[in-house]
């Protein structure tokens, strides 16, 4: 066994022995814990910052892109989110201990069924160095203990964060950043079943391709943000475009981003020049299919590519449709089932609509920008799951948590038959 496989094996077996640890932790005592957190991030903001300008000089000389550049970058005001994020994350209830149901037996028996934590969870990832401290303290509000395994473009930034979340005295090995970046640590992570009882990965497509292929223990995962809107013939012009170009252009380069405008035919000759000019204003690139283009004649074709593909930037693809139905099979067919909106004041569409398609978000009305953890009131999230068993949608705190049934007794044993 090498020595990378040998220190990854060895944090695997201090996970397990703190998991058992933190089980035992009361609220109380985790929230404190993590108070100290969010005073450690403050207290080590020059740490942060010396460490995270190396990460960005390395960058800048690797040639990332701007935007991968700004996703590295940690400022004061990032790093004062980074804390009150933690901060944030100790006011929220508790969810280990949660009684979800109970019951009695005819022959007396009680069995409740209650939270408790999953256990030990390894966590992979790229780019965003604050994830180090939204995952961590996710895992620990909830008693699970962690392994990090970050991003070699964030290496220092990343053990400058780990290690400031050590200085609040939670139990040794509560949380673990793997210090390797070798793409053999991700191999390793993904086969230490023995160790992790879940396993995470954030990242681009082809890391968590890597990561499924490999694992020996469940996976949580979360594929392309391939997000729709639909404007139904029932829809508010204004509100529509307003709707249409926040979804594409708060943030362009993040999962909740739009990437398909579906019109309704009944409207799409007024509708389409008023969104088309809205959206060049903020310098998004517009590709149609046959139908669109017959209006905005100046646009590019959509190819069948285009409705599978997660532009992460100022792209958007825009198809005419014939009907609510027509929409839906669109969604279902070329959709990663993470995020979609009807724009109608139709009730009755939008409701068809929301049951119809098959997404771990469906809005309506809503821009496509509010599937997320802290929008939804969970605090920071682990990230937007588009799996249907155990977790679906932003995870916070209770899909890191897991159950078992506690059965209470006075002596009943099982009759012989």
């Known amino acids: 066994m090498s020595t990378l496989q040998e220190t990854i094996h060895q944090m695997g077996r201090q996970a397990r022995a703190a998991a058992y640890k933190l089980a035992q932790l009361s609220s109380d005592e985790k929230n404190a814990i993590l108070r100290k957190m969010a005073a450690a991030i403050r207290e080590s903001t020059p740490e942060l910052l010396a460490a995270n300008a190396l990460d960005l000089a390395a960058g800048t000389e690797k040639g990332l892109s701007a935007a991968m550049l700004d996703r590295l970058m940690l400022d004061e005001k990032r790093i004062e989110a980074m804390a009150a994020g933690i901060e944030q994350v100790a006011t929220l209830p508790d969810p280990v201990g949660q009684v979800m149901d109970a019951w009695e037996r005819p022959?007396?028996?009680?069995?409740?069924?209650?939270?408790?934590?999953?256990?030990?969870?390894?966590i992979i990832y790229e780019s965003r160095p604050n994830v180090t401290a939204d995952a961590a303290v996710l895992c620990f509000k909830t008693g699970n203990a962690t392994i990090l395994r970050g991003g070699s473009e964030a290496i220092h930034s990343n053990r400058a964060i780990a290690a400031a979340l050590a200085q609040a005295g939670a139990p040794d090995h509560a949380i673990q950043l793997?210090?390797?970046?070798?793409?053999?640590?991700?191999?390793?992570?993904?086969?230490?079943?023995?160790?992790?009882?879940?396993?995470?990965?954030?990242?681009?497509?082809?890391?968590?391709?890597?990561?499924?292929?490999?694992?020996?223990?469940?996976?949580?995962?979360h594929y392309d943000g391939i997000c729709h809107l639909f404007v139904d013939k029932a829809a508010d012009f204004d509100m529509a475009k307003n709707l249409t170009v926040d979804s594409k252009t708060q943030k362009c380069g993040v999962c909740n981003a739009l990437e398909t405008l579906l019109v309704h035919r009944d409207v799409a000759a007024r509708f389409l020049p008023q969104v088309a000019a809205a959206l060049r204003a903020k310098n998004v690139e517009l590709r149609g299919c046959e139908e669109t283009r017959a209006i905005l004649t100046d646009i590019l074709p959509a190819t069948e590519v285009d409705w599978t593909t997660e532009y992460l930037d100022l792209i958007l693809s825009i198809k005419v449709v014939g009907s609510l139905e027509e929409a839906v099979s669109h969604i279902n067919t070329y959709g990663s089932h993470h995020t979609d909106v009807i724009v109608t004041a139709d009730t009755a569409a939008a409701e068809d609509f929301?049951?119809?398609?098959?997404?771990?978000?469906?809005?309506?009305?809503?821009?496509?920008?509010?599937?997320?953890?802290?929008?939804?009131?969970?605090g920071a999230e682990i990230g937007i799951s588009t799996d249907k068993l155990h977790a679906r949608g932003p995870m916070g705190l209770r899909e890191l948590t897991s159950y078992q049934y506690r059965v209470r007794g006075n002596g009943q044993t099982k009759a012989p038959r």
């Open 354 to 378: 929301l049951r119809m398609v098959d997404s771990a978000c469906v809005f309506h009305n809503v821009s496509t920008r509010f599937a997320d953890g802290g929008e939804f009131g969970f």
């Open 178 to 221: 793997i210090p390797f970046t070798d793409r053999e640590s991700v191999a390793v992570l993904a086969g230490m079943d023995k160790w992790l009882d879940l396993i995470i990965p954030r990242g681009g497509k082809g890391l968590i391709e890597t990561v499924v292929s490999l694992a020996r223990m469940p996976v949580i995962k």
């Open 107 to 122: 022959n007396g028996i009680q069995i409740t069924q209650v939270r408790v934590p999953i256990g030990t969870i390894g």
